[in-house]
T-cell receptor
Framework: DAGITQSPRYKITETGRQVTLMCHQT?????MFWYRQDLGHGLRLIYY???????DKGEVPDGYVVSRSKTENFPLTLESATRSQTSVYFC???????????FGQGTRLTVV | DAKTTQPPSMDCAEGRAANLPCNHS???????VYWYRQIHSQGPQYIIH???NNETNEMASLIITEDRKSSTLILPHATLRDTAVYYC?????????????FGTGTRLTIIP
């Protein structure tokens, strides 16, 4: 079924490990986004991408790396996970600048 | 993007109209008002957006004041499934910075 999917849905990792969260959309949307959601902070933008090979920092990019080699994929990597990166991560995509964004179902990441 | 102010929580009786306010007193002339909602444990869902005219779709109505410094989202006949956190966002839909910036939103509870 077409849409935006995130994997894994749940992940537990240890401090210092590298972990990659995957995001895949089947609409060929130009724009893709990564957010994290923590109690009391709402949704905060980590990174976004306006097109393949174009990425830019959001509000809280430190400790994260992204890439966009293909339009449909936008993986988010935590190079050395810390406990403060325990959060729910949402990926989103948008077709054009003035259209609505569609969100994935989220990945709950726990760093122990 | 202009900042928005929303009440942290509201209650509404089932079957009644839910009116969710949003202040965006520093909105620029080319910024749109967007509304999203997030039902527990799911990704945010787009509801509606507008520039200066009132808008209506199958989900809700958006009323924007003439000076555009505030708006109200109206759910005409609230159901229990409308219980969610509602986010009001203002942004320019085109330009170099295409991010959505979420605040902490309004937690709407529909009372049976």
């Amino acid at each position: 079924d077409a849409g935006i999917t995130q994997s894994p849905r749940y992940k537990i990792t240890e401090t210092g490990r590298q972990v990659t969260l995957m995001c895949h959309q089947t609409w060929s949307h130009s724009y893709m986004f990564w957010y994290r959601q923590d109690l009391g902070h709402g949704l905060r933008l980590i990174y976004y991408s306006a097109a393949a090979d174009i990425t830019d920092k959001g509000e809280v990019p430190d400790g994260y790396v992204v890439s966009r080699s293909k339009t449909e994929n936008f993986p988010l990597t935590l190079e050395s996970a810390t406990r403060s990166q325990t959060s729910v991560y949402f990926c989103a995509s948008r077709k054009q600048a003035n259209t609505e964004a569609f969100f994935g179902q989220g990945t709950r990441l726990t760093v122990v | 993007d202009a900042k928005t102010t929303q009440p942290p929580s509201m209650d509404c009786a089932e079957g009644r109209a839910a009116n969710l306010p949003c202040n965006h007193s520093t909105i620029s002339g080319n910024e749109y008002v967007y509304w999203y909602r997030q039902i527990h444990s799911q990704g945010p869902q787009y509801i509606i957006h507008g520039l200066k005219n009132n808008e209506t779709n199958e989900m809700a109505s958006l009323i924007i004041t003439e000076d555009r410094k505030s708006s109200t989202l109206i759910l005409p006949h609230a159901t229990l499934r409308d219980t969610a956190v509602y986010y009001c966002i203002v942004r320019v839909p085109s330009g170099g910075n295409e991010k959505l910036t979420f605040g902490t939103g309004t937690r709407l509870t529909i009372i049976p």
